[in-house]
């Protein structure tokens, strides 16, 4: 199994930055085919970016050119830096592993952008 931890949420003004961080305890890290999701109250978790094995990524048309999907491999972590942020970025944001037909989601971390 694959064990995801988030951190780095927070309250930000908005205009402001924040970095998310997900930490994995596996051994195929490597191999994850990873992301972060976002879940605002009322609303359907929806994907925010990801980010293959192999290193190639995607955003949600909302995020692009403000959100940096990345991978640490000898760290066993991936980060969402987000820049510019809007209120309508407040969310629980999760960090989600895929593997073949599996997957893993860490417990969600607050993000707040307000004034």
């Known amino acids: 199994q694959v064990q995801l931890v988030e951190s780095g949420g927070g309250l930000v003004q908005p205009g402001g930055s924040l970095r998310l961080s997900c930490a994995a305890s596996?051994?195929?890290?490597?191999?994850?085919?990873m992301g972060w999701y976002r879940q605002a109250p009322g609303k359907q978790r929806e994907l925010v970016a990801g980010?293959?094995?192999?290193?190639?990524?995607n955003y949600a048309d909302s995020v692009k050119g403000r959100f940096t999907i990345s991978r640490d491999n000898a760290k066993n972590t991936v980060y969402l830096q987000m820049n510019s942020l809007k209120p309508e970025d407040t969310a629980v944001y999760y960090c989600?592993?895929?593997?073949?037909?599996?997957?893993?989601w860490g417990q969600g971390t607050q993000v707040t952008v307000s004034s």
């Open positions: 980010i293959t094995s192999g290193g190639s990524t």
């Open positions: 989600n592993a895929r593997w073949g037909l599996k997957a893993s």
């Open positions: 596996t051994t195929i890290f490597s191999i994850l085919a």
